[in-house]
């Protein structure tokens, strides 16, 4: 079976990086606070403490995963062919939203935890321990939208287990998992409107789940293909 290597690391966390759902949350979240705080340099702060709060949990997810899928059968084929169909199955649905957005099942955050989301953003203002916080929630309610790649990666990191190659590895996936979201919270302080950001979010959010529906398929193949 393949062992994780950089090339890999790289390419799996660029795409998790352009998820909407991620898109969407920062961006609510930087409206409100734009129209709360009195300076930007507190919107500023505040957006960097809750991605700062979204690497952390994310980070720790992985380092929490790593041996309980390690620890499947010995990770046997059975249990890596069982992770590579959930991988390829994430795909088809991220291509079904594509198509058919909102019909059926989507990999999505629960309606539910989104408005929860929305109450504890009006909690944030210039509060910066409830911005690491939210930032902690979101990663976690998250994950249905965002695991997938997440998952095939920690499934390949599996094969050796928790070393500091693969720990140093989650940490370069995670610091490209919020680059994006680093790029957006430096554009709207230097005076983006997150109305644009928003906008350009709905047009091309389609797109963004076609990506990656594909490069779930094709990552979800190669990892049968490796075994058989």
């Not at 041996?67 to 199955?89: C, K, M, N, T």
């Not at 990666?153 to 590895?169: C, E, K, Y």
């Amino acid at each position: 079976m393949p062992e994780i290597n950089l090339p890999i690391v790289i390419g799996a966390s660029l795409i998790d990086s352009i998820n909407p759902c991620a898109f969407g949350v920062l961006i609510f979240l930087l409206t409100y606070l734009a129209a709360s705080v009195r300076r930007k340099i507190h919107m500023l702060i505040n957006g960097l403490i809750y991605i700062f709060g979204v690497f952390i949990t994310y980070f720790a997810a992985g380092l929490l995963l790593l041996p309980i899928i390690q620890e499947l059968g010995a990770f046997s084929v059975a249990s890596y062919l069982v992770i590579a169909a959930i991988v390829i199955i994430a795909g088809l649905l991220e291509i079904k939203d594509f198509f058919m957005y909102g019909k059926g099942f989507s990999l999505s955050i629960f309606p539910s935890e989104a408005e929860r989301i929305k109450k504890y953003v009006k909690r944030v203002s210039g509060k910066k321990l409830t911005a690491f916080l939210l930032g902690c929630f979101v990663a976690i309610v998250e994950l249905p939208c965002t695991g997938a790649v997440y998952l095939a990666v920690l499934a390949l990191m599996s094969l050796s287990g928790i070393t500091m190659s693969n720990i140093s590895f989650l940490v370069i996936y995670n610091v490209i998992f919020v680059l994006p979201l680093l790029i957006i919270l430096y554009i709207v302080y230097k005076g983006i409107s997150t109305e644009k950001l928003e906008n350009w979010r709905q047009k091309h959010k389609g797109l963004m789940r076609l990506s990656i529906g594909l490069i779930l398929i094709s990552l979800g193949i190669w990892m049968v293909y490796t075994v058989i």
